[in-house]
């Protein structure tokens, strides 16, 4: 069993949709939750960053950590064109291995 | 310059080729990595640098050497790769405190590597 799962999709939305992304995972020792985004092409950048459980907003975008289900999420409300991308989600326990998921590719419709 | 920076950004080497990537941190952090992302797989961990000492390797085959100067500099040595080596390499900054680590990776652009 991988310490992460992802559904690695293509996801393909229509614009303004509410997009839900999900990993879950196995290790309980991880306290420290990530999402990162990568456009095509360029490096992952930092989106959503949760510690141990509960929500997180920011802006559009909401995160959901659930450690008693080990199961975490990203939600995209009003999706855009620009949210195109690929999404990975990253958990650590605190120390400085951070384990990835295999990344979703998101892909909004105009 | 701001972030992380690397480079070459394309890279194509045969297999007997020697090349170097290099990769910056603007951004004061006292931790660096290097990392390859290939297709279907999750992000691997390569090297783990702190204040310029390495204190991870995992399990990366010799034809890969990494070199960490002084705390804003890394570089990834190649030699001899094998067409599997073909991936995007990544570095990454991270402000340690401690043992501890909340995570927080800032990347570089990436640097693909095709090896013929």
């Known amino acids: 069993q991988k310490e992460v799962e992802q559904d690695p999709g293509p996801l393909s939305v229509p614009e303004g949709a509410i997009v839900s992304l999900n990993c879950t995972y196995s290790?309980?020792?991880?306290?420290?939750f990530m999402w990162y985004r990568q456009y095509s092409r360029k490096g992952p950048e930092l989106l959503m960053y949760t510690y141990s459980s509960g929500n997180k907003e920011d802006g559009r975008f909401t995160a959901q950590v659930d450690k008693s289900s080990k199961y975490i999420s990203l939600f995209i409300r009003d999706s855009q064109p620009s949210d195109s991308a690929t999404y990975l989600c990253a958990m650590s326990g605190g120390y400085q291995k951070v384990t990835f998921g295999i990344g979703t590719k998101l892909q909004v419709i105009p | 310059e701001t972030g992380v920076t690397q480079t070459p950004r394309h890279l194509v080497m045969g297999m007997t080729n020697k090349k170097s990537l290099k990769c910056e941190q603007h951004?004061?952090?006292?931790?660096m990595y290097w990392y390859k992302q290939s297709a279907k797989k999750p992000l691997e961990l390569m090297f783990v640098y702190n204040f310029k000492e390495q204190t991870e390797n995992n399990s990366v085959p010799s034809r890969f050497s990494p070199e960490c100067p002084n705390s804003s500099h890394l570089f990834l040595h190649l030699h001899t790769l094998q067409p599997e080596d073909s991936a995007l390499y990544l570095c990454a900054s991270s402000q340690i405190q401690g043992l501890g680590s909340t995570g927080e990776l800032f990347f570089g652009e990436g640097s693909r590597l095709t090896v013929l």
């Open positions: 290790n309980s020792a991880f306290q420290y």
């Open positions: 951004l004061g952090h006292n931790a």
